[in-house]
């Protein structure tokens, strides 16, 4: 990845989950979203063969807010896939548009989590 962005790997150690991300520092000149706008995104890739349900798990940038932004009921990611959720504040979760969280990265970095509805979360440093 060239640039300012960063790229990390999570494993909570729990069979069949998305377990790989992507997240630019900052997204000035790149990937326009739906609003044509360069907001920061998320990639997520699930390595699996098999589907994988992201439906009622969390992103949050508070480690004390583990239940921040949510992803839908029916969002699955079809094995060998990719994600991509743009992080630009606007919160927008429907199945089928594009995905906006709440929150918005912050280029010096932060945190960033992946939590599941059972509470088990992946954490990452930007």
């Not at 995104?41 to 807010?65: C, H, K, M, R």
């Amino acid at each position: 990845m060239a640039g300012s962005r960063w790229s990390s790997v999570c494993s909570t150690r729990r069979p069949q989950r998305s377990d790989d991300h992507r997240v630019p520092g900052s997204n000035n000149s790149g990937l326009l979203d739906n609003h044509n706008h360069h907001s920061d995104w998320i990639e997520l890739y699930n390595p699996q063969v098999s589907n994988f349900a992201l439906s009622g798990y969390y992103l949050t940038d508070n480690s004390t807010n583990l239940t921040g932004w949510q992803f839908p009921q029916g969002t699955i990611m079809t094995g060998g896939s990719y994600m991509l959720v743009f992080a630009s504040g606007d919160n927008e979760a429907v199945v089928g548009q594009p995905f906006h969280t709440d929150f918005q990265l912050n280029s010096n970095g932060g945190y960033l989590g992946l939590v599941a509805p059972d509470g088990v979360f992946g954490t990452f440093r930007l």
